[in-house]
């Protein structure tokens, strides 16, 4: 006998699926391995987690280019992308917006880092950043804005949930270099 659901009731499996990112979220932790990723970047290029085997990778996740708080947050992170390299670490922007919005976003504002993109939403919800949010009683699926710092050995060192942009780049430089 099939199951009825009630009128404004979600079943089961909606609403463990719907769970299932911030569940990801919870449960990655420092010292754990980093999930494995091949994604399409900007240029055109693939990038996955293996590029960056026995270096430092500082990967953040941003929820749309060419917004206020992403753009600062990329053009930070670009800014001190030098320091970053003199600390052994590479930096890779991922959000859901298609390669061709990442090859504007980094031309317009000349960004010196790797950006990638996960339409698809696999890495986003292994990572767990790709969770219910609400903006003006309105809910909606989308990238909680976070960074790992994942070190040589691919395993993550440090994460910052929930990020804010102002000083954020020059927090995560700090934990770069002390790694």
């Given at each position: 006998?099939?199951?009825?659901?009630?009128?404004?009731?979600?079943?089961?499996?909606?609403?463990?699926?719907?769970?299932?990112?911030?569940?990801?979220?919870?449960?990655?932790?420092?010292?754990?391995?980093?999930?494995?990723?091949?994604?399409?970047?900007?240029?055109?290029?693939?990038?996955?987690?293996?590029?960056?085997?026995?270096?430092?990778?500082?990967?953040?996740?941003?929820?749309?280019a060419d917004t206020s708080g992403c753009t600062k947050e990329a053009m930070d992170f670009s800014r001190l992308e030098g320091a970053f390299a003199r600390a052994g670490a590479s930096i890779l922007g991922v959000s859901a917006d298609p390669v061709p919005a990442q090859d504007k976003f980094k031309a317009k504002y000349k960004l010196a880092i790797a950006l990638a993109s996960d339409e698809q939403h696999r890495m986003l919800e292994a990572y767990g950043v790709w969770q219910q949010k609400s903006l003006y009683g309105r809910k909606f699926m989308g990238i909680v804005r976070t960074t790992f710092l994942i070190g040589p050995d691919q395993r993550i060192a440090q994460m910052w949930p929930k990020v804010t942009v102002a000083g954020h780049a020059e927090e995560v430089l700090a934990a770069a270099k002390a790694l």
């Open positions: 006998m099939a199951r009825k659901t009630l009128p404004g009731k979600r079943p089961a499996a909606k609403k463990a699926a719907k769970n299932s990112a911030r569940s990801a979220a919870e449960t990655l932790a420092p010292g754990m391995k980093a999930p494995p990723f091949s994604l399409p970047r900007d240029g055109g290029a693939t990038v996955s987690l293996a590029d960056f085997a026995g270096h430092k990778l500082v990967l953040y996740f941003y929820p749309r």
